[in-house]
């Protein structure tokens, strides 16, 4: 009660708190276990609170077996659901709502003030004795709004595990095929190290221009660039991980050398809509929302004194700006001038503002979800087009390159042209088998949260320019 | 041997041949013999007509005829051929009657000839009879003598070899590209005369050239000069055979020019004269020695000489790289370039990967597979080991003993004892005596003393 509250004499007493009793008290898991429900539905997963030394003791323990080995994307989630300090801290939202939904239950102090104040010769005494009259009023609507905001708490805090699971996920698969890259890097470096020392010895035994001579060293020279880029996205990618997984070094994690091979079929989604306006979280709190400003709306409809629609607008999601307002504030006031008719209109405009707010989430959702199926199901073709035609098809040219090579019918310059020219397709298969496994996960994140970032379409593999052919 | 197909029997390769030419028509067409092989078949007696002494084609045969009320009648049939280049290695080519280049015709000077020629190609087509003195409606120049055949036509030259000589035949119609699919073939009109330029052994071929990319089957009709494949009668060394010869036997060899370039063929072991030109037969007079002569593009040489020298004596054009088949031209040379620690980064990468060159362009003996359809660069191996050649290349083998008209392989020479080049063994071999101008013995070396002895490279593969 911030603003101007009117006292009332106070003749409800008795009768609000007889309504009230029961409302006042702390719930055993803090709200946590609903959390862990809507958690562990969506993505099969438990996450942990932790809030003592001994729970994070039980992290500690739990998570060394699963750093001590290469790590499975599963594990990097379970590591992160467990041990990111910021799902902690949104956490620790749930223990301030839920105080708040107590303290809106319960009766406030009657305060006593004295004031003595002198001005000169003058001295102004000034005592009030303030009775918790109000909170008896309000305490009905107070309580039910906080709870709502208490339920909104719980949605966003599991809304932030599932969007860390899938930051992890996708951080993962970034982080393994990046390393992969930088290997393959390293052979492609390889490659235009041995043509650029060959072309050296060549140069100096008379056989070589200083032309050819130069367009090897500068491939080489390109391709030292590249191997430097390559390892920073994977030290990047790594750190990232790293950072998610809540570690104190990038060292504790060991990534495994290969992403996980393509699943051999694309899951057919049913329902796949249907299925996301069932477990969307943002679409649960968009319904939530508007139940809560339904209720709302007829309370002001009845009361016409009772204005409900202050509370400040909670928007639908969990994932905007972390300084989200909330909070709430009731108004009595005495109708003596204003019968409360513009108060109805505008509580009717802001419910219907609601409405429309929760069929764009609806409708968002729905076109999320497909996009996303899009994404997996091109990305899974792409990937397997990859592995099975493009990879494949680079390798035989490459063999018949090699033919060739064994009939003097091309230099060593082009059999290793051609051997680099391989390598970079099993790297740009690497990043669509990445993609695929990111885009894996964006459709999960689609189906139960609310949709991230479009999967990145990767662009065309890096090529790099090849020297003449000699 | 000829396989006696009817033409319209025969499955050919443009279907719509069968139904264009009149059923009254095929009765009156004499039947063109097929040949599926591409070794040399021995020469065909004359079973009738005028006497002459047949012509051995290398790797190749003679078109049988049909006498029609003193009429020699051939009928050719162009068409798509798969050509054995040599064991290993088949070309998709255009050639006539089942073979390119397409069987030698032979007549005897003032035969009437009529040649039927029917297209199963699917383009138009024409035979220009080189070299031969005939009407000119007869000189089958697409557009300026006559129309092209068009596929499924069958089309009649009739004209009397009046010249007796050494000619070809070959395309004037899309001459470019049908020559460069391999449309060819010999023509010999013989002399009368049967005694006339007799000779013991008498060989021909025609040079052509191909560009074949190795791993395919298929010429590359637009090459203007860079060809890869360099054939004798379309095929390479090792694939082409000996001219066989008994000792002593005069032995001629007609060579006619399609490529296009001129070629420098070359005979070891002996010497011969040019006999025969484009023009005939040379004066007697006039002919001198050689040991090569160039055989300018389109043109035609008949030499001659006595078999005198028992041995197997190389025969080839003197263009080293038309003794080669397909090669890489943009190879860099790595003779002298130090290898070591390359190799075995390279091998990380390409693991079959072998340093080839760095000493010469010798493969030694190496064995490596080669893309499908291709055959190694230089090759062909003698009793003395690899003779890296390919291309242009065969043998001329002098026997004594070897019985006229046997042309079938006697193997390798047997060199008399004391007539191969050998390996110097320092002082530890007694050296024959040598035959020297007197005054000379008291330079020779003596046993035991030391003689100088120069260092040779290592072999391949010793890095
Ligand atoms: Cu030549």
């Known amino acids: ?470 | 041997m000829v396989s006696r197909r009817d033409f319209f029997g025969g499955a050919g390769a443009v279907a719509l041949s069968a139904g264009l030419v009149s059923r009254v028509g095929a009765a009156s067409l004499p039947e063109a013999p097929q040949m599926d092989k591409a070794a040399t078949r021995p020469p065909l007696s004359p079973p009738n007509g005028r006497p002459y002494n047949p012509v051995v084609t290398l790797n190749g045969w003679t078109l049988p005829w049909r006498m029609n009320n003193g009429v020699k009648e051939f009928h050719l049939v162009a068409e798509p051929v798969v050509r054995e280049l040599a064991p290993g290695m088949k070309a998709h080519l255009w050639g006539y009657n089942g073979q390119s280049p397409g069987p030698t015709i032979e007549v005897v000077e003032g035969d009437r000839v009529r040649l039927f020629v029917t297209n199963k190609l699917p383009e138009h087509t024409s035979v220009h009879w080189h070299g031969q003195r005939l009407p000119a409606g007869m000189d089958g120049v697409t557009g300026l003598t006559q129309p092209g055949i068009k596929p499924g036509k069958t089309f009649v030259y009739e004209f009397i070899a009046k010249r007796p000589g050494t000619f070809m035949y070959h395309p004037h119609a899309d001459e470019m590209t049908q020559m460069a699919m391999g449309m060819m073939g010999f023509w010999v009109t013989h002399p009368k005369d049967v005694n006339a330029h007799r000779v013991d052994r008498d060989f021909c071929f025609l040079l052509n050239a191909y560009d074949i990319e190795p791993g395919s089957a298929t010429p590359k009709t637009a090459t203007m000069t860079d060809f890869n494949l360099w054939t004798f009668n379309s095929r390479v060394f090792p694939g082409i055979d000996s001219m066989v010869c008994g000792l002593n036997d005069r032995v001629r060899i007609r060579v006619g020019n399609l490529t296009m370039t001129n070629h420098p063929i070359h005979l070891h072991g002996h010497e011969f004269v040019v006999a025969g030109t484009d023009g005939g037969w040379t004066n007697p007079a006039s002919r001198w020695p050689e040991v090569t002569t160039d055989i300018a593009v389109g043109q035609m040489r008949a030499i001659e000489f006595d078999a005198t020298e028992p041995g197997d004596w190389a025969f080839h054009c003197h263009k080293s790289h038309h003794t080669m088949n397909a090669m890489g031209h943009d190879v860099p040379t790595l003779i002298g370039v130090d290898h070591r620690g390359i190799a075995e980064k390279i091998n990380k990468l390409v693991p079959d990967y072998m340093v080839m060159g760095d000493k010469g362009g010798s493969m030694g003996d190496m064995e490596m597979p080669l893309p499908e359809n291709t055959l190694p660069m230089m090759t062909g191996t003698g009793p003395f080991g690899g003779m890296e050649m390919g291309g242009m290349f065969t043998t001329v083998k002098v026997r004594k003993g070897q019985a006229r008209g046997d042309y079938k392989d006697p193997g390798w020479y047997k060199h008399p004892a004391g007539t191969v080049a050998y390996e110097w063994q320092g002082g530890q071999a007694d050296l024959p005596a040598a035959q020297q101008s007197p005054g000379t013995a008291a330079a020779a070396p003596k046993p035991g003393e030391k003689v100088l002895k120069v260092r040779k490279g290592s072999g391949h593969g010793s890095h």
């Open chain 1, 1 to 470: 009660m911030n603003r101007s509250a009117l006292l009332l004499r106070s003749t409800a007493l008795g009768a609000a708190t007889l309504v009230l009793a029961g409302c006042a008290t702390f719930s055993p898991d803090g709200g946590f276990d609903s959390v862990q429900t809507l958690t562990k539905e969506r993505i099969g997963k438990n996450t942990r609170w932790v809030k003592s030394d001994a729970d994070k003791a039980g992290v500690v323990a739990a998570i060394a077996p699963l750093l001590a080995k290469p790590l499975s994307v599963e594990d990097a989630v379970t590591v992160a659901l467990m041990n990111n300090q910021g799902l902690q801290a949104s956490y620790a939202e749930l223990g301030i709502s839920e105080a708040n939904l107590v303290q809106a239950g319960r009766i406030r102090n009657p305060v006593f003030s004295f004031g003595r104040l002198t001005r000169g010769g003058e001295i102004e005494l000034e005592r009030s004795l303030m009775l918790p009259v109000m909170s008896l009023l309000t305490m009905p609507v107070a309580t039910r709004i906080e709870r709502r905001s208490f339920e909104q708490a719980q949605l966003r805090a599991a809304g932030e595990a599932l969007r860390l699971a899938d930051d992890t996920r996708r951080t993962y698969f970034s982080a393994v095929a990046a390393q992969e890259h930088a290997v393959y890097m390293e052979q492609v470096k390889l490659a235009a190290e041995a043509a650029a020392e060959l072309a050296r010895r060549m140069a100096v035994a008379g056989n070589f221009s200083k032309l050819d001579h130069a367009r090897e060293q500068a491939f080489y020279a390109d391709v030292l660039v590249q191997l430097a880029r390559a390892r920073q996205t994977s030290t990047e990618q790594r750190e990232r991980l790293t950072r998610l997984m809540g570690l104190s070094a990038a060292a504790l994690v060991q990534l495994p050398n290969r992403l996980p091979d393509l699943p051999t079929a694309p899951r057919e989604v049913q329902a796949l809509e249907a299925g996301a306006m069932q477990n969307r979280l943002d679409v649960i709190m968009a319904r939530r929302e508007l139940s809560g400003l339904a209720s709302s709306l007829g309370l002001t409809k009845a009361t016409r004194f009772v204005n409900l629609l202050d509370i400040s607008y909670l928007r639908n999601s969990f994932n905007e700006s972390p300084n989200r307002e909330s909070g709430y504030e009731i108004e009595l006031q005495i109708p003596l001038f204003d019968w409360g008719g513009a108060r109805v209109a505008r509580a009717e405009a802001m419910y219907m503002q609601a409405v429309q707010r929760a069929s764009e989430t609806a409708v968002n959702a729905r076109s999320e979800v497909r996009e996303a199926y899009s994404a997996y199901r091109t990305t899974y073709d792409i990937a397997r087009h990859y592995r099975d035609e493009i990879v494949p098809l680079k390798k035989r040219i490459s063999d018949e390159q090699l033919l060739r090579y064994n009939g003097m019918l091309i230099s060593v310059f082009e059999l290793l042209a051609d051997s680099r020219s391989q390598v970079l397709s099993v790297n740009a298969s690497i990043e669509a088998q990445r993609d695929f496994w990111m885009a894996e996960s964006a459709l999960q994140m689609a189906q139960t949260g609310r949709a991230a970032a479009p999967a990145a379409a990767s662009k065309a593999p890096s090529a790099v320019a090849e020297p003449a052919g000699h």
